[in-house]
Each structure stands twice: as C-alpha cells, then as structure tokens.
C-alpha cells in the first residue's frame, strides 16, 4: 500500500474529523439535545464514507489516466484544504464587555442550528463538515489506497470525533474547537508533503 498504509489512512481521517469534532464541540457547549446528537453523528459518520467514496472513485480514474501528475494534483488540494483549515482555527476569537457577555448568556435565545432540529438541519450540518472528505478522497485515490478500508476508518474516526466533541462539549473550550482544525490542517499539510516525496 502507498503512503505508509493504515496509518495515512488513519492520519487524513482524523485530520477530516476535526471539522465535525470542533462543531460538536461548540454544538455539545450549546446543550444540544440527544436525538439530534445522534443524528448529527451518524450523519457525519455516513457521510465520511460516501463522500470519500465518490472522491476515490474519480482519483482512481485520474490516476489511470494521468499517473504521477495525479498524486502531484492530489497533494495540492490536500495543501489547499489543509491551509484553510488552519486559516480558519487561527481566526481570532470576539470578545465582549461584561454588559454584552451577561447578555448573550442569559437571553435564552436558542442558537441557529437548535431553532431547525429536523433532518434538514442534520444533514446541511453534516454536509458542510463533510465536503473537505470528497477533495481528500480524490487525492487518496490518486494513490491507489484500497478503498474499502479507507471509507471504513474515515466513517468510524469521524463519527467517533463526532461524538467526542458532544461529550467533550460540556468540559472544553472554544480553544480547543479552534485548536482541532489547527492540527487537522497540519495532518493534511504533511501527508500532502508525504504524497510527493
């Protein structure tokens, strides 16, 4: 198996995971209610094996196709979602006065995703942290990694993410949300760094 076997596979789904991870986080802080923690998760879940899945699919044939220029086009959108990742974990914080805090905690305004708890909203949620998985599945499937293992780990890793950050939400910060993608990008930066060496 190309790039270090099981564990790039293991590497690119945890780097996927962190999306799903620091919106459960946030998510988990907000109070969500089980059914939709549930839902979320196994949305996530399926969908980190679906969209890799399509994503393999065209790299395969891509890498039939074009051979090496396929891994080198692989790497870069690796290094693309990477950098965004990282981009948007180091996006500073807002802070509020006292007056502004006290207010935004005591209101009882139920945050957006609580206002909508049907499957709509699970599944627009669980497609925006999903996507990047499509992108990455395409660059693992320019290295002819076996796909069934692929899609099995991505699913389980992110749906164990998914779960972490609802039972992490209570206890953890937004530091750490932010922290997650951070290192997500950084594990994409460096398998796309391993891709072409």
């Known amino acids: ?12 789904a945890v780097a996927l995971g962190a999306d799903a991870f620091s919106v459960a986080l946030g998510m988990g802080m907000s109070g969500a209610k089980l059914r939709f923690k549930l839902g979320f998760t196994g949305t996530v879940a ?4 679906v969209m890799p899945l399509i994503g393999l699919q065209v790299g395969l044939t891509a890498g039939r ?3 090496v220029w396929a891994a080198w086009a692989g790497a870069l959108v690796l290094v693309l979602i990477g950098f965004d990742m990282i981009k948007k974990g180091m996006k500073t914080r807002e802070s509020y006065s006292f007056r502004e805090a006290r207010q935004r905690a005591f209101t009882g305004e139920p945050a957006i995703w609580q206002r909508f708890s049907g499957f709509l909203t699970v599944g627009v949620l669980g497609l925006s942290v999903s996507v990047d998985a499509l992108a990455t599945g395409f660059s693992l499937g320019t ?3 076996p796909i069934p293992l692929t899609v099995a780990v991505m699913g389980t890793v992110a749906g164990l993410m998914t779960a972490s950050g609802f039972v992490g939400g209570k206890w953890l910060g937004w530091a750490a949300g932010k922290g ?17 060496l």
């Open 1 to 12: 198996m190309v790039l270090g076997g099981i564990g790039t596979v293991v590497g690119v």
């Open 46 to 49: 399926l969908l980190h094996v």
């Open 65 to 67: 196709i074009f051979g």
């Open 143 to 145: 290295s002819r990694v």
């Open 180 to 196: 997650a993608q951070v290192l997500g990008g950084g594990i994409l930066l460096l398998i796309a760094i391993q891709m072409v």
